[in-house]
């Protein structure tokens, strides 16, 4: 109990208050602006958090992550140009509500409906991430080896059409994560006698580079073609009925928004479905239930509820894994995870044990980022649509030099910056040859971990081949994995068998006219 | 003559075996301690996800090759890029490599690397903020002077007195 207090009033310390509601603002603000998302805004600013206490540094990039969240949906309903696919079904009918100047509406009903959803998510975390990391506490360095492998498959086909390919690039990225030093011998393996590889990749570099100036990359060879980039019609309308969200209206979409949560908390603490799958399964859901189906996609705030509150629960749901046993379900959680590890924590269930203290501190700024979201986007709504004008010209150099500053950031070295010049070349590569960037990073911050629970299994098990079958819930677990490459395949090949059928189809319907 | 993506995802695979070669080959072999005698050999985990690598590479080669050899046709999707088929990639940024582009912005980016070891963080980062605004388009000089002075001064504060980091380079103002 005591530790509970202490960590609570951890939280509300001034400069944990001032830093969660800076990354609050500041996410948001970056989320609004297309293209740039949650995890790209935690890789460019976790070398920040390096000077910060862990409490500090976690809740300042939690927030950072849930006002990204939002911020996303501003885009969205003005632009209709999400940057991110998790707010593309808000697009669908926040843009016709903007057109008919219900813009600030629909911006309202993305708020309450993420803030809501966000809530109910943080406190079925807090309600059982600490009972189950109790749980996971009883388990060997065999089942954690078996279920980071599971991980690892099911994360595969995360960011990618194809299992094979992200396969690769899991298999890219642990390779890499094991550049350094051995943890056995102390000595260093795959530095190729560069001495500033003797302590391997910094994670800092490594996820600027794929994260955020991979991107860069991307958008502005889009830029390129398209002139100064879009701008939004906002024109919002002056009567109160179009500006505002009265609750009645608001509770008329209540049930849908409490399905939507319980959908992203269900998919959220799944690893590797993500938020878009969350969000599109709400929206699916909600049309097919409501009475008025029709009118979804022409502007209809049940639609922006069913959006909004499944893509919002997932960022606090997708913290149970990481927190109960130290696997990220997604790349927020893998950034996060980087963060916690960069703070000398290793996330999973020790950390209960370990960090008590810190936990609850996190606990208690989780649910705050909850209520600053909500006061910030309440009071700053119009101020934060501003951030979809920022003129491509001046954005763009802005974050990019703000990657390169930041790599540098980390050990105040320029070597990280030709890292991360090479991993943003490398992401650049990835995305354009569709290799999952999120399989390679979840297997780029696993790595050590895996690694280590294999020395463990092997010390332990004095080289026993049939270690695994001593161990049940281990076995399970990599059944399960085989099970899920197996399944992946399978469902590939027969949706490959079948688009190949079609394409015969249509080559012959070519030929004959 | 372009290539199409069934091409250019062939020479990639191969590309990828080369490379798992050579580290199963050469790299892994030379760069990694010798087995001590107890717990799993360093070499292991290395070789195990270059062997993942490499199995998938050649399944896809393969896969790719008996289609060929049967004649059999490929789904659109896999056999065009994105861009060219109608209605666009959606969200997918899958495509064609532009490198006139990657050589305009990663140029400047790896000159600013080397420069600022020589001229200093201040005139390297205006430089490089001139040519970025101009490489990627911008023709309003004085916007492009105005935003490099701003951003290359606001980087400069928050790293030399926000964090107490010296900034890379000769300190000009020390």
Same mark, same amino acid.
């Given at each position: 109990?005591?530790? *509970?207090?202490?960590?609570?009033?951890?939280?509300?310390?001034?400069?944990?208050?001032?830093?969660?509601?800076?990354?609050?603002?500041?996410?948001?603000?970056?989320?609004?602006?297309?293209?740039?998302?949650?995890?790209?805004?935690?890789?460019?600013?976790?070398?920040?958090?390096y000077y910060m206490t862990p409490l500090t540094a976690i809740g300042f990039l939690v927030g950072l992550n849930k006002g990204a969240f939002f911020g996303g949906a501003v885009s969205a309903v003005l632009l209709r140009t999400p940057g991110t696919p998790e707010a593309a079904a808000t697009s669908w009918d926040g843009y016709p509500l903007t057109q008919q100047g219900k813009g600030e509406k629909a911006l309202r009903m993305a708020l309450y409906s993420s803030?809501?959803?966000?809530?109910?998510?943080?406190?079925? #975390?807090?309600?059982?991430?600490?009972?189950?990391?109790?749980?996971?506490?009883?388990?060997?360095?065999?089942?954690?080896?078996?279920?980071?492998? #599971?991980?690892?498959?099911?994360?595969?086909?995360?960011?990618?059409?194809?299992?094979?390919?992200?396969?690769?690039?899991?298999?890219?990225?642990?390779?890499?994560?094991?550049?350094?030093?051995?943890?056995?011998?102390?000595?260093?393996?795959?530095?190729?006698?560069? +001495?500033?590889?003797?302590?391997?990749?910094?994670?800092?570099?490594?996820?600027?580079?794929?994260?955020?100036?991979?991107?860069?990359?991307?958008?502005?060879?889009?830029?390129?073609?398209?002139?100064?980039?879009?701008?939004?019609?906002?024109?919002?309308?002056?009567?109160?009925?179009?500006?505002?969200?009265?609750?009645?209206?608001?509770?008329?979409?209540?049930?849908?928004? #409490?399905?939507?949560?319980?959908?992203?908390?269900?998919?959220?603490?799944?690893?590797?479905l993500g938020a878009p799958v969350a969000s599109f399964m709400s929206y699916d859901q909600a049309m097919k239930r409501s009475e008025h189906k029709d009118e979804f996609g022409k502007g209809r705030l049940e639609g922006i509820a069913a959006s909004e509150s499944a893509n919002s629960s997932v960022v606090a749901s997708s913290l149970i894994p990481l927190f109960v046993l130290g696997i990220p379900g997604n790349l927020a959680a893998a950034m996060l995870m980087g963060a916690f590890m960069i703070h000398g924590m290793q996330p999973g269930p020790l950390l209960f044990k370990?960090?008590?203290?810190?936990? +609850?501190?996190? +606990?208690?700024?989780?649910?705050?980022?909850?209520?600053?979201?909500?006061?910030?986007?309440?009071?700053?709504?119009?101020?934060?649509?501003?951030?979809?004008? *920022?003129?491509?010209?001046?954005?763009y150099p802005i974050v990019m030099f703000t990657c390169i500053m930041g790599a540098y950031l980390g050990k105040s070295s320029m070597f990280d910056v030709g890292v991360m010049l090479v991993f943003g070349f490398i992401g650049y590569f990835m995305r354009k040859f569709d290799y999952s960037y999120v399989a390679f990073l979840i297997g780029f911050i696993l790595a050590p971990e895996w690694e280590r629970a294999l020395q463990q299994v092997v010390i332990i098990s004095e080289h026993d081949t049939f270690m695994f079958f001593q161990r049940p819930v281990a076995m399970g677990l990599?059944?399960?994995?085989?099970?899920?490459?197996?399944?992946?395949?399978?469902?590939?090949?027969?949706?490959?068998?079948?688009k190949r059928a079609e394409a015969v189809v249509a080559e012959e319907q070519a030929k004959n006219g | 003559m372009q290539v199409t993506r069934i091409k250019r995802d062939s020479i990639a695979y191969l590309l990828i075996v080369g490379f798992c070669i050579l580290m199963l080959a050469w790299a892994i072999p030379i760069y990694t301690p010798a087995y001590p005698g107890y717990g799993a050999s360093a070499a292991l985990v290395p070789i195990v996800a270059v062997s993942v690598m490499l199995f998938m590479a050649c399944l896809s080669l393969m896969f790719i090759g008996v289609s060929s050899y049967l004649k059999k046709p490929m789904p659109v999707e896999e056999r065009e890029f994105p861009e060219d088929l109608e209605g666009g990639g959606g969200f997918?940024?899958?495509?064609?490599?532009?490198?006139?582009?990657?050589a305009r912005i990663m140029i400047p980016c790896v000159l600013l690397v080397v420069a600022i070891e020589y001229i200093g963080y201040v005139l390297a980062s205006f430089a490089f903020l001139m040519i970025l605004q101009y490489a990627i388009g911008s023709r309003k000089w004085l916007q492009s002077i105005v935003v490099s002075i701003i951003l290359t001064a606001v980087l400069y504060i928050v790293m030399r007195y926000g964090f107490g980091v010296p900034v890379p380079g000769p300190q000009i103002f020390e």
């Open positions: 109990m005591e530790m *509970i207090i202490a960590g609570l009033l951890d939280s509300i310390s001034p400069a944990s208050l001032m830093f969660l509601l800076v990354g609050v603002a500041v996410g948001v603000m970056i989320g609004a602006i297309p293209g740039i998302n949650g995890p790209m805004a935690i890789a460019l600013f976790i070398p920040i958090t803030v809501a959803g966000d809530f109910i998510s943080t406190m079925v #975390l807090i309600v059982i991430a600490a009972p189950l990391a109790a749980v996971a506490l009883f388990m060997g360095p065999s089942e954690i080896f078996a279920l980071i492998s #599971l991980a690892l498959t099911v994360i595969a086909g995360i960011g990618t059409s194809s299992i094979g390919r992200g396969l690769m690039a899991a298999g890219f990225g642990i390779l890499v994560g094991l550049i350094g030093t051995e943890p056995v011998t102390a000595l260093p393996r795959l530095t190729f006698d560069v +001495y500033q590889l003797g302590s391997g990749l910094s994670l800092i570099p490594v996820a600027i580079g794929l994260l955020a100036f991979s991107e860069i990359l991307l958008q502005l060879e889009r830029f390129a073609g398209k002139g100064d980039g879009e701008h939004s019609a906002h024109v919002f309308s002056s009567k109160p009925e179009d500006r505002f969200l009265p609750i009645k209206e608001f509770f008329k979409n209540i049930k849908t928004l #409490l399905r939507g949560s319980m959908i992203g908390i269900g998919v959220g603490a799944m690893p590797g370990e960090n008590a203290q810190l936990m +609850y501190g996190i +606990y208690g700024s989780l649910v705050l980022a909850s209520l600053f979201l909500l006061v910030i986007g309440r009071f700053g709504l119009r101020l934060f649509c501003k951030a979809v004008d *920022i003129p491509a010209m001046i954005l990599m059944a399960l994995a085989f099970f899920v490459i197996g399944r992946t395949f399978w469902t590939s090949f027969k949706e490959g068998r079948k | 997918t940024q899958v495509g064609r490599i532009n490198l006139p582009h990657l």
